[in-house]
């Protein structure tokens, strides 16, 4: 089996819609095909660029037959394709029409904004296919927007009924809480600490359950959760801290 | 202090009865989505059919029981309310796997 990487596709300049690519082998007919298997999922794509890798094989023989594949360009930074891995035979020029090749220019200057990225922030890496499952629910759950910043800077925030700011991060990572000061300003006053009892369930699944949770049952996170304080109450703006500590109380 | 549905002494097979059911019978499918190793094991239902319907409140109080945590997407559209209870009306339902505090 080959394996070639594709160059990279500018998806930003991507027309809005929905593109089907189909083929026709004919049935019964000899054919000489090449097999495509695409993993570009919505977490390879980082600063409007998507990388294709592709696995090919050479296959000979008779048969054939329809095949047909649908890319879906959403807002120009999310690609969605069904389904998760497809086969057609023929060339992949189609790809071409759709997004553009992104140039050494491009390129360039996509790597400098990601320079320029928070450094402390950790990239959430391209996960076992569990991982993926769960990913793919999240994304069914948040924005684009937000799941981009989650796949680029693995943290999500979320707003709590009592307006306070959870930075939620995956697996066992502590969940930050953010309270605004006296001047106004966003500060972390607490660190939260709830994981799922089953190490095995993917570190995306307790972003999902945090957020769900923060969102719809703030009091029962809270209550379930170990808080460690970080900062002295005095300092917050004491409407915020009021209701935090309505909550734990 | 958060006590889960069980312990409140309202999550028996009871809780909702057969009546009710048949009332809230509703066309179109339902999805399960339960958090577990493998991502988020999907199981879908027709609200149509009341055997699928009881299948589905008894696999609901199973994982409650199990210290599973339901969000569903209610029909006032609300997105991913708590659910302390089976609800057939409700369009999707998210299973949350058990917590612990860390």
Redesign the interface.
């Known amino acids: 089996m080959a394996i070639t990487t594709m160059p990279d596709y500018r998806i930003d300049n991507g027309k809005i819609g929905e593109y089907i690519v189909s083929s026709d082998v004919g049935t019964g007919s000899a054919y000489t095909a090449i097999t495509y298997s695409y993993y570009t999922t919505a977490s390879n794509i980082v600063n409007n660029t998507v990388n294709q890798y592709i696995y090919t094989d050479n296959i000979h023989g008779t048969g054939g037959g329809n095949s047909t594949y649908t890319y879906k360009i959403i807002d120009r930074s999310v690609i969605t394709y069904q389904p998760a891995t497809y086969y057609y035979y023929s060339n992949i020029s189609n790809i071409s029409d759709i997004f553009s090749v992104a140039d050494k220019k491009f390129l360039f200057k996509s790597k400098l904004q990601q320079n320029f990225m928070d450094t402390r922030v950790i990239k959430v890496p391209r996960g076992t296919?569990?991982?993926?499952?769960?990913r793919?629910?999240l994304r069914e759950?948040v924005t684009s927007r937000e799941f981009k910043e989650y796949l680029i800077k693995g943290r999500l925030t979320v707003i709590g009924k009592t307006n306070l700011r959870y930075v939620i991060r995956p697996g066992?990572q502590?969940v930050e809480v953010f309270a605004k000061d006296k001047n106004g300003k966003y500060r972390i006053v607490e660190r939260l600490?709830?994981?799922?009892?089953?190490h095995?369930?993917?570190p995306t699944?307790s972003v999902?359950?945090r957020k769900?949770?923060i969102?719809?049952?703030e009091?029962?996170f809270r209550?379930?959760?170990?808080v460690y304080k970080v900062a002295d109450h005095s300092e917050f703006d004491q409407n915020q801290i009021a209701g935090l500590v309505r909550q734990v109380a | 202090?958060?006590k889960t549905n069980e312990e409140k002494g309202n999550t028996s097979m009871s809780a909702i009865t057969e009546t009710e059911l048949e009332s809230k019978k509703k066309e179109g499918n339902i999805n399960f989505?339960v958090?577990?190793?493998?991502?988020?094991d999907r199981f879908a239902w027709d609200r149509r059919d009341f055997d699928q319907i009881k299948q589905a409140r008894d696999r609901f109080y199973e994982l409650i029981k199990k210290?599973y945590?339901a969000?569903g997407v209610n029909t006032k559209g609300e997105k991913?309310?708590?659910m302390g209870r089976f609800d057939p009306d409700a369009e999707e339902v998210?299973f949350?796997?058990?917590?612990?505090?860390?």
Do not use: R, T, Y
């Open positions: 296919p569990q991982e993926e499952k769960a793919e629910l759950m066992h502590m600490c709830l994981v799922l009892k089953d095995n369930i993917p699944d999902i359950m769900l949770m969102e719809h049952d009091f029962a209550s379930l959760a170990n | 202090m958060w989505k958090m577990g190793p493998s991502g988020d210290g945590i969000f991913h309310q708590k998210i949350v796997a058990p917590v612990v505090g860390g």
